[in-house]
């Protein structure tokens, strides 16, 4: 039921949009209104989430999204999205905020913002990655998509080339964080978020010329939400990432740190080995052969990829604690990306993975997707 609620809520915006626009005194040349979104179906053999080649295959529409932003002026905006995850079966806030220009170059934000902590979690638009499925080093340890409510400030410096957003959320909750997730559980998903604890958050991003730009990010925050069984917990993140293009030649990598204070309490609570630090990170190269098969003025492109990820949310653990061997994986991810146009992506690809217990697993992934 909730969902038609929302649909139907969307919808009627959209046809209010326009008529409330007409009667501001100052006419703009656009709609002060415009949609957004995207979506993406997903099939894998077997399953995500299994460990095992005969966990059976899936076939999926992994998102649905649709967005909206209103231009209340040229110094106030609003801007947020709506997640109908697994063929609507799940409604998530994906964010929603407004935003006002301080200066020509800084904005203050406040609302359900996205985390700025590594490369994916602002912008994971699917055609803006290569493989079906989104790292899972940024799934499992940053965690993507991660929404929180809070308040902040966003700008661009330097001509551009110095880009950065600085936030003060709702913390994590503590007692949901799990051996294998890590922080993921913990997240409030901006849904009556507990503030008993806050968090500051932020990343940096420094552009000195078209073929590099080099980023960091950063997070601190207190994650009992006062439980009185977890006494103190203090999460801090070290996040670093590059991207590298030069033509048709790309590169990518990441490498974040996380640590947990009072992981010993957490884990005695949650009853599971919680990682006092968690650390990896992945590197991937793509090359696209738009040159090589298309003919100029072609929107069409292919882009053929590997990746090769390492991460260990038990990378160390609070004393007295063994450490899960399946928290340590390794996996290898080669495949390709079609795009007959930018905004639009035909995937394929295939994953080896590996864990502490040498246990492994390969998957065929296969997917359609589109932003807009």
């Known amino acids: 039921m909730l969902k038609y609620i929302f649909v139907s809520l ?29 979506g993406e179906l ?21 998102r649905w999204v649709i967005g909206l932003a209103y231009d209340f002026s040229d110094r106030i905006r609003m801007d947020m999205e709506i997640d109908f995850e697994h063929a609507a079966s799940e409604i998530e806030f994906e964010y929603g905020f407004l935003e006002f220009d301080l200066t020509k170059t800084l904005s203050a934000r406040v609302g359900s913002v996205l985390m700025p902590v590594g490369q994916l979690n602002e912008f994971h638009e699917p055609p803006l990655f290569y493989s079906v499925e989104r ?4 799934t499992s340890m940053i965690p993507t998509t991660w929404q929180e409510n809070g308040a ?45 604890d806050w968090a500051g958050v932020g990343r940096l991003e420094i552009s000195p010329n078209k073929y590099v730009t080099v980023s960091t990010s950063g997070y601190v925050g207190g994650a009992d939400q006062s439980n009185p069984a977890l006494g103190y917990v ?17 590169l ?22 919680v990682g006092s630090a968690m650390q990896g990170g992945y590197l991937e190269a793509a090359y696209r052969l738009k040159k090589m098969l298309f003919p100029e003025g072609s929107p069409a492109d292919l882009a053929l990829f590997a ?13 007295g604690y063994v450490a899960d061997p399946r928290a340590l994986r390794w996996i290898w991810t080669t495949g390709l990306a079609f795009y007959p146009l930018s905004s639009v992506v035909l995937k394929a690809d295939g994953e080896f993975w590996k864990d502490g217990t040498k246990d492994t697993v390969e998957r065929l992934n296969l997917g359609a997707a589109f932003m807009f």
């Not at 009627?12 to 002060?32: D, R």
């Not at 330097?158 to 913990?186: C, E, I, N, P």
């Not at 801090?236 to 790309?250: L, M, N, P, Q």
């Open 10 to 38: 969307v919808g009627l915006c959209i046809n209010l949009l326009p008529s409330i626009g007409n009667t501001q005194e100052e006419q703009q040349k656009e709609p002060p209104w415009r949609l957004h979104g995207y």
């Open 42 to 62: 997903h099939f894998n053999h077997p399953k995500i989430g299994a460990m095992s080649q005969t966990a059976g295959d899936e076939i999926d529409i992994h």
């Open 135 to 138: 790292p899972y080093t940024e």
């Open 152 to 196: 902040g400030l966003v700008g661009r410096l330097m001509q551009g080339k110095v880009a950065l957003r600085a936030y003060a959320t709702a913390g994590l909750d503590a007692s949901k964080f799990t051996t294998l997730d890590g922080l993921r559980k913990g997240r409030s998903k901006s849904v009556k978020s507990k503030i008993e």
């Open 234 to 250: 203090l999460v801090k993140i070290w996040e670093g990432d590059v991207k590298f293009r030069y033509e048709a030649f790309e």
């Open 252 to 273: 990518a990598g990441i490498f974040l740190r996380t640590e947990i204070n009072g992981a010993e309490r957490v884990s005695t609570l949650v009853g599971q080995t």
């Open 307 to 319: 990746c090769f990820e390492r991460f260990n949310t038990n990378h160390e653990v609070p004393t």
